[in-house]
């Protein structure tokens, strides 16, 4: 039901936002005190470490930020695609390492001048996670294999697959690593100020607008939309249920891919184990936690990419136990969940007049 | 809030303010240390952990600073190069990356900060001649550790099986692999009087350093079954401590096995009463030296093999590799053990160099021929020195173990 | 006991759900309170009942105001209201959820509450195992259930919502013989609230009629169904008329259909369906019908046996084939099949619309919701969800969202739960693509609508298919009998 939003009820949820940012910064304090150190000092070093600071913003540092929200917004992008048509796509993880993989081929055995090779090496990690995801859809709709297990299934095979090359046809004896790609095969960074491949920095926002167009202005989009929704209710609208679920699958592996492929070609260097380093789950959980609203996504993405490189600097400057660090990170996915929850509890009111609205008319609901 | 909690709140934030402000120190010295895996791991890392306090105690104004758990698994926001880059920051004038995880990064941040000394533990770059002058490279001679490892683990065997859980696959851990069936082989023979040939040497990689859940295979599980198919050592070549943790477990439900850990000096408290012994790193000795060259401006880049002070292998202040016996080992073992050591002291060389590691004679331990490569080419003839070289690059495991020599 | 409402408003949001009610209703009397869909009674009675709190007016408790807004106040205060789902819990015994509901200690006296509920249970004519488990029982025991339990809390206004969905007809004899001892005898108010016409002439002494919100009028028994009818449509209403047309061409072809599901097995079945025909499906639900709409529609492949769609064979085929052979389908679940809930209006139009390319145009969209949401009469706005409507407007929707001249169009009950007005403007609208030459089968377990709107019959028992003879001439009566699985003729091909 349509509802407009008055300046009062926007000016409570702004409130309500911040106390829960104000509630979770207490509570991260007592924890850090709890551990005998200083919150404030915790606190600076986390925000020296994003790359702000009494002296101004080191650029530096921000790249490292950013270099972190490139592929983690790439896989949200995918996901939101996957989360729209109702998929849970665990085996986001493996789509990425299988576009590192396909990417890491090309780097090492193709040779073309750099910006065909780098560009071919993107097609080909796109290409990587989308074959891979859409193994998983097609276990999922040919094989009655539900996305979870089927995913977590490829997410393995994946991990295994990369093991297998590293240590076997692509081994660089002494390292637990594939040799280092020639420079012309990489992403290379803007300077040595900011440290950031513009090309990975560009694919990133294009995908993230073209996605966010798509869903929202196309049939597919709408399509997908209606599937999440209800499966059943979509089929008998006449939507490809089957074909739709595959192509978002397919979108999603090919934005994991890419994602993958800046591991590969600007982050390492080479080829690693667990070269996704759980960026899909971290992306899962971000994209759950905006509750799929995709204008939340690049924003909270930024925020946990943050929290986790600013994180770097606090480890080394306070020496603090690294558990740490992942009870901040619980205590920022809490704060989340809990200014959705209270704003929604608040607004539960409003939200019951409306279906009120129509319960004068639903009587007949049970009918 | 009640106004009692926001008092107190506002009290400890008050008597904490003054300890965050600490005053630096005028002569003081930073030193970093990078870790692959977590600080109490009780194994590889911990050892360096251990080294970098070791360091601070013996050199005044020395300060670490320290990155645990540099991996893609459990840091992927973070490279080698941004931690290098927050501790030349925090003013580290040496860093030591403490797994050959790091080689080929450290290198690369080498180049990049010419005026920081690097020290890639365990690698070789600087005996390949691939390394900038700003870089070196230490090792302990763990062979001596391993081949010790190996005779305790023979001296106790009862069903003539033992199990080695290796990480993955180059040439350091199939040296170290191989050197402990050396040991075990000699003590079988010489000790027990038994054929070494009735011995079951089995090798299983799982893949990387320790554990990662649907990465490797699981230490824990493949400890059990070494158990469960006839051995009843388990000796663990990896940095954590599943093999004597695995074999406590199993004897205290009433089997008669044992555990061998590995790097870490105190590594045997996980399973006292089962543990024979465990085979050390003492870093600190070539930390301290390493800090002091660079602190008196007297830094020459090293390739250093650094093998332990025979007169007593566990002197803290003077022993690159060490071992300790466990509870488990029988004082008639211990003192064979003493003998065997013994033995070993006689040919050795106290240190390898990158200058002295082509001279001719120089015998690490049992590594002297008749030895066959596990393809059966021989790699020393009877009476044959295996030089330090050709263990250091080892390209297979030795004939009569069981396992993979290469990944594939 | 007494109860007044004086001058109740209600808004929720832009709807104004009470309009200035006021009402009375004295002891031992039955209270029917009639509305389509959408009137109001169902907030009425929860305000009543202390679910909704009220924007303005009184409410009075044996003359005297009373201030409550939660359903344990309205319960103190004496008024109890039998919700639509009752509120019990599946895994305990009925004993227990009896013990549950009453307020008491830690420790409940079980000896006691079981004589207390035997006791309310045999004074009302109830037959319930204090020992069964509630998720084997009925809506109707359900319903018996949660009554005995107001009843033990001493609630003298009993409200019933729509108590008559769902259950048997035995259990309703049950259920009005109860409530009338628990007026006429033990001087209860009871409140009475349907859209079934007939349930109110059985029951109530007195009728109340909302219509969008205002309360109409209010009419003492006996009244006959017209007056009833005048009154909440304000007009009389007699059922879509049905002209006789010619058939045409053989629309759809069902030849030697064999089908299993877990409950029945159809065996050999043959149907010919002519453009303008319509064939009511007849029986319990589960005895096959299903089985036959959707094979018909390709959303469950037969085992056995050919579909000819208009000449065109579509066996086995996918549901999305049918569609491009302008079949359509409506099914009784219109939430769970055929509605997107969280989809708006426009959204849905968009779906279903052949000239939306893949750049939507939302202004398209929105003009044709709006176009068929004035068409279809549709109670909403073009982006409003489309599970904010009630039950009528969404079926007006789903009418909406089909083709305009199908050649087959199949309906599972296309008008369950809707009140008079509702359902026979559903039938004007199948009527008229009958007209325009759609063929037509639909299943209902209405035998009024089966009789009055089908050319020919199927009646439907255990899986055997019978054509009722000459259905123009069959009666509810003679149809009730052969749904029973009295006089099945013959089986063979129809």
Known sequence: MHREETGAQQLLKLGIGLAAVVFSLLLTALVILLAEASPIDVFEKIVEGIGFSGQGADILRISGVINFWIPLLLVCTGLLVTFTAGLWNIGVEGQMMMGAIFASYVAQFVFLPPVPQVALEIAAAALGGALWALLAGVLKTRGGVHEIFGGVALNNLASIFSIYLISGPWSNEGGQASPPFRSEALLLPYNNEFKVSLVALALMVVAFIVIFAVLRGTRWGLELKAVGKSQRSALLLGVPTERDALQALAVCGILAGLAGSTRVLFTYGNLRPLVSGGIGFLGLLVVLLTGTRALWVPLISLLFAAVLAGSTRLKIALQLDQSLVGVVQGILVLMIILANGVRGRFFAARQAAADGASAAGKESAHE | ?408 | MSVEVRNIHKHFGPVHANNDISLRFEDGRIYGILGENGAGKSTLMKILSGFYRIDSGQILVNDRVAHYDTPRGAIQAGIGMLAQDPLDVGAFTVLENFVYGQPGGILPDWEAARRRFSEIEKHLGFELNPELSVEYLSIGQRQELEIIRLLALGVHVLILDEPTTGISAEQKQVLFSSLKRLAHQDGLTILFVSHKLEDVLDLCDEVAVLRLGCLVGTAQMPVTTNDLVAMMFGQELAPASRDDIPFGDIAVEVTDLHMISERVTLRGLGLKVRAGEVIGLAGLEGSGQQLLTRACVGLIKPLGGRIVVAGKELTGRHYRDFLAANVCFGAAGRLEEGLVAGLTLTEHFILADPEQTAWIDRDRGTRLAADRIAHYHIHGQPESSIEMLSGGNQQRVLMALMPPAPVLMVLEHPTRGLDVESARWIWEQILARRRDGTAIIFVSTDLDEIVTYSDRILVFYAGQVTEVPDARRTTVDELGHLIGGHSVLSGEAV
């Not at chain 2, 543990?275 to 007297?298: H, K, S, T």
């Not at chain 2, 590691?357 to 393809?375: A, F, M």
């Open chain 2, 1 to 408: 809030m009640s106004r009692r909690l926001l008092l107190s709140l506002v009290v400890v934030a008050a008597l904490l303010l003054p300890a965050v402000s600490t005053l630096a120190q005028n002569d003081e010295f930073v030193f970093g240390l990078v870790f692959v895996g977590p600080r109490n791991d009780h194994g590889w890392s911990e050892a360096h952990y251990t080294a970098g306090r070791y360091v601070e105690e013996h050199i005044p104004g020395a300060r670490m600073v320290f990155f645990e758990s540099l991996n893609a698994a459990d840091a992927p926001e973070t490279t080698l190069e941004q931690v290098v880059d927050e501790m030349v920051g925090e003013g580290a004038q040496i860093i030591f990356t403490t797994s050959d995880d790091f080689e080929e990064d450290t290198a690369a941040v080498a180049e990049k900060y010419p005026d920081i000394i690097f020290v890639s533990v365990s690698g070789d770059d600087v005996l390949a001649g691939t390394a900038p002058e700003n870089l070196s490279n230490i090792m302990g001679i763990m062979e001596y550790g391993k081949q010790i490892a190996g005779c305790a683990a023979a001296l106790a065997t009862e069903t003539g099986g033992i199990g080695y859980l290796g990480p993955l696959i180059n040439a350091e851990t199939r040296r170290l692999a191989a050197s402990v069936y050396l040991g075990a082989r000699y003590c079988y023979e010489h000790y027990r009087g038994l054929d070494p040939d009735d011995l079951t040497f089995t090798v299983t990689w799982i893949g990387f350093w320790f554990n990662i859940p649907t990465v490797t295979l699981d230490p824990t599980e493949e400890s059990r079954r070494f158990i469960d198919n006839g051995a009843d050592v388990v000796i663990s070549g990896i940095d954590t401590t599943e093999a004597l943790v695995v074999a406590g477990q199993r004897a205290a439900a009433g089997e008669a096995v044992w555990g061998i850990p590995y790097d870490y000096k105190n590594a045997c408290g996980e399973a006292e009463d089962i543990c024979l012994g465990v085979p050390y790193f003492n870093w600190g000795p070539a930390y301290v030296d390493m800090i002091q060259a660079v602190r008196n401006g007297e830094y020459t880049q090293v390739w250093d093999w650094n093998g332990p002070y025979w007169d007593d292998i566990n002197d803290v202040d003077r022993s690159a590799v060490g071992w300790v016996n466990g509870n488990g080992l029988t004082e008639e073992h211990a003192a064979q053990l003493d003998e065997f050591i013994a033995m070993l002291a006689e040919t050795a060389p106290e240190q390898i160099t990158k200058d002295n590691i082509d001279e001719p004679g120089q015998q690490i331990g049992l590594w002297v021929g008749p030895l066959n490569l596990q393809n059966g080419t021989v790699l020393a003839a009877d009476g044959e020195i295996v030089p330090p070289s050709a263990v250091w690059y080892l390209e297979q495991l030795l004939e009569g173990m069981t396992g993979s020599s290469t990944a594939e």
